[in-house]
Every structure is written in structure tokens, then in C-alpha cells.
Nanobody
Framework: QVQLVESGGGSVQTGGSLRLSCAASGYTDGNNCMGWFRQAPGNEREGVAGINMNGGINYVDSVKGRFTISKDNAKNTLYLQMNNLKPEDTAMYYC??????????????????WGQGTQVTVSP
């Protein structure tokens, strides 16, 4: 069983930065695709960034150039560096993973392993 634990959320002002971490434990060999999702109150959960087993990366358009996803395989940890944060980035951020090898898109239904979330709040 895989456990995903996020950390690093907090409150910042517009233009600030945060770095989210997601520590994976348990059977981590099956985490062929990992990603970050976010959900603001009243909104659907949306994919923010994903990284596949070969290091291929994709981002939602709204964060391109501001967010960077990375992973440290030795530490079984996924990261999301968030720069130039905007109020519209305010949301609960979730780490997620799945074992599919054929695709690594930011499709919520593909992901079957989720963390508990960490809150990011950006004030004007």
C-alpha cells in the first residue's frame, strides 16, 4: 500500500513562493505517474503538474513558467516549486499517483493514490 503525505503549504502574498513536498512510502515502485492537483472551494479538482517514470513533464497552462515539478527517486519525494503566486492559486493541493505506464495525463480519474492535501493561500 502506498501512502502519500504532503507538506509545505502556507499563506503568502501575491508574488511569493512556496515549495510543496510529497513523501511516498510503502510500495512506491508502482508510482509510474505522479502529479499535483488542486481544488478550491466550489471548484472541481484540477491537475496542475505531472511527471512520468521517464521524467516527462506536463503542466496546466495557468501555471506554466511559474511552477516546477520534480522528484527525487532516492528519497521517494515529489516536489512542486511555486513561484510568482497569484490569488487564483489559492486551493488545497494534493499529491497523487497511479501505476499506468501508457499515459501520464492530468486526468483525475487515472489517479488512484492520493495524499490528504496541504492548503495554499495567496493574499492580494
Amino acid at each position: 500500500q502506498v501512502q502519500l503525505v504532503e507538506s509545505g503549504g502556507g499563506s503568502v502574498q501575491t508574488g511569493g513562493s512556496l515549495r510543496l513536498s510529497c513523501a511516498a512510502s510503502g510500495y512506491t515502485d508502482g508510482n509510474n505517474c505522479m502529479g499535483w492537483f488542486r481544488q478550491a472551494p466550489g471548484n472541481e479538482r484540477e491537475g496542475v503538474a505531472g511527471i512520468n517514470m521517464n521524467g516527462g513533464i506536463n503542466y496546466v497552462d495557468s501555471v506554466k513558467g511559474r511552477f516546477t515539478i520534480s522528484k527525487d527517486n532516492a528519497k521517494n519525494t515529489l516536489y512542486l516549486q511555486m513561484n510568482n503566486l497569484k490569488p487564483e492559486d489559492t486551493a488545497m493541493y494534493y499529491c497523487a499517483a497511479h501505476y499506468r505506464r501508457d499515459r501520464c495525463f492530468l486526468w483525475t480519474n487515472d489517479f488512484n493514490r492520493w495524499g490528504q492535501g496541504t492548503q495554499v493561500t495567496v493574499s492580494p
